[in-house]
Structure formats: C-alpha cells, structure tokens
C-alpha cells in the first residue's frame, strides 16, 4: 500500500504565494496520474489541478494563470506551487494518485490533506 503525505499548508493573506508538497512512499510498481483536490467548508472536493506520467498538464479553471502542478517521478513527489492566492482558494488540500501494485491492479489513494487558509 502506499502513503501520501502532503505538506506545504499555511495561513497567507490574498495575493501571497503557498507551495504545496505531496511525498509517496510504501509498497507499490508505479504512480500515473498524480493530482490536487480541495475542499472548502460546505463545499464539495473539487479537482484543482491535474498531472500525468507523460507529464501532460490540466487546471481547474479558476486556477488557470496561478497555479503551477510538477512532479519528479523518480522521488515520487508532487507539487502544487500556488500564486496570486484569493479568499476563494481557502480549503483543505488533498493529494491524489493513481497507484499500481505489483499484481497489476490500480487504485485511487488519497492524503490526508494540509489546511490552506487565504485570508482577505
């Protein structure tokens, strides 16, 4: 099974910049997709932003031009670097990957999420 561990979350007001982290480690073949989702309170998880292992890049729309999605497949990691941040992206962040186990099989894993507040 693997773990995701993400870091990064903090208090920021508008305007200022965050870089979020998520680390994979355990018993797994390999990581394809990698993600961001986030939550805000009352709201739905959301995709925020969305990256594959050919490196292929998509974005939520009210990120678009912000936020910037990386990873370094050979660490395992995944980044969120998030710029002119806004009230609005307030929410718990999660990390998300699609995993292989050495049997074939894939699955869904999730972290447990870093608090990012935006304050105005």
């Known amino acids: 099974q693997v773990q995701l561990v993400e870091s990064g979350g903090d208090l920021v007001q508008a305007g200022g910049s965050l870089r979020l982290s998520c680390a994979a480690s355990g018993s797994f073949s390999r990581i394809t997709t990698m993600a961001w989702y986030r939550q805000a309170p009352g709201k739905q998880r959301e995709l925020v932003a969305r990256i594959t292992s050919g490196g292929t890049t998509n974005y939520a729309d009210s990120v678009k031009g912000r936020f910037t999605i990386s990873r370094d497949s050979a660490k395992n990691t995944v980044l969120l670097q998030m710029n002119r941040l806004k009230p609005e992206d307030t929410g718990v962040y999660y990390c998300?990957?699609?995993?292989?186990?050495?049997?074939?099989?894939?699955?869904?894993?999730w972290g447990q999420g870093t608090q990012v507040t935006v304050s105005s």
């Open positions: 998300n990957c699609n995993v292989g186990d050495y049997s074939g099989t894939y699955y869904n894993a």
